[in-house]
């Protein structure tokens, strides 16, 4: 209900309450208060869910940091103020009496706009102060993954080698290409993309395929490794000036991952394959673990995660055998002790690739790949790395026929700012780059 007149009506109200009291004892004195600030504000439901709202009493701004989901536009524009803690009354518009529990407001109009929703907060004595109620509201789907063709910005200039390997190296992004002795790298910060050269010293039979990016997070170092075809390895700290790593040996069939600060590669002895860890990138450690016969050797991605109790842990897919139907999933907790997964029972596997490419990225499990190598056309989702189903809306590949014509060779990676890279090039094809990002991922409160 609004009542107009509302200043001169709590003024008799409260002149009234004065002279009651003072008929009661000549010696007592009222004094009323002067809070004029809210104590505690909030909303009726949103899909079930109460949304916490900031109360900035400096700035007087009432907000909600977590913002309303896409489709919240049909709620807000007709939703009831379920809490607004006040010491005294409140008005709106032209000094109209506002009653939170029975009047219905109407936030889409001021939905992420600065100027917000003011309300007026009187306090007892007579004295207010003025409120501003801003709503924050998505306007993305944050479940969708949105793409970008990168090739309209800038030209992708890395030679067509036979293949090519995207990493990750801070804040940038490098592209490494078989048999090339020039790399090329770009910004990942966003408004900064674009190629520069890098002139590099890899060694004679280096496989791009094998790199990988050893973090050390206690000293907040990064160096590339990348192994060899006479079973050498070699490192670097900038990725252009690359050394070898000697005390490695001579044995190293190939590099598998980094997890928790170790390198973790796979060298052969006596004719068989045995997993082996360096904790400084440069010693072997005694423990060896042999291989098993159907673990990946090739077109290997892996991808870091948390368990439920919080520790870490490594999935891995890579080349599947002939003839296979399904890309099993391995799993390890230290490196070098794998679990295959692959589901047997049921028809949610995820069939043979031959280039797939794992990650666990906003809380889910994905494969990309084709059944054909040079092809990019399937995403495959597990929560668990066990049952796998094909992404059929919202977590797709581009759609645009430029995508989709793609035949070259392609590697993925995944920069600090959740974009996921795709790099199209390589084996005389065209080259072509593309990023992505689910949304939510890009949004300040998650």
Known sequence: MRIKFLAIIASFFFVAIAISSCLDSDNNTVELSSDTTVHAFGLDTIYGKHYTFTIDQLKREIYNRDSFPVGADTIIDRILIDTFSVSGWITAGADTLFNYTTDSVNFLEVANKEEGMRFKIHAPDGSFSDYKVKINLHKQDPDSLVWHNLNTYSSTPFSSGIAQKAVVLGDELWIFAENAT???????????????????????????????????????????????????????????????ENALGNNVKTLVTSFVNTLVCIVEEGGKNYFKISEDGINWKEQAVAVPDDFPLESIYTTPFSNPNGLPQMMLVGKPENNAKKTASWFTMNGIEWVKMVQTSYDTYCPAMNNPVCMYYGGTFYIFGSKDMNKLDAIYSSVAGLAWFKTEKKFLLPQEDDFKSMTSPYSIAIDNLNYIWVIFGGDGMQNAVWRGRLNKLGFSIQ
């Open 182 to 244: 020039t790399a090329y790298k770009t910004s990942t910060k966003p408004g900064e993309f674009g190629w520069s050269t890098v002139s590099t010293n890899f060694p004679t039979g280096a496989k791009v395929a094998s790199i990988i990016n050893l973090k050390n997070e206690i000293v907040e170092s990064q160096r590339l490794y990348i192994a060899t075809s006479s079973g050498k390895a070699f490192s670097s700290p900038d990725g252009a000036v690359l050394g070898e």
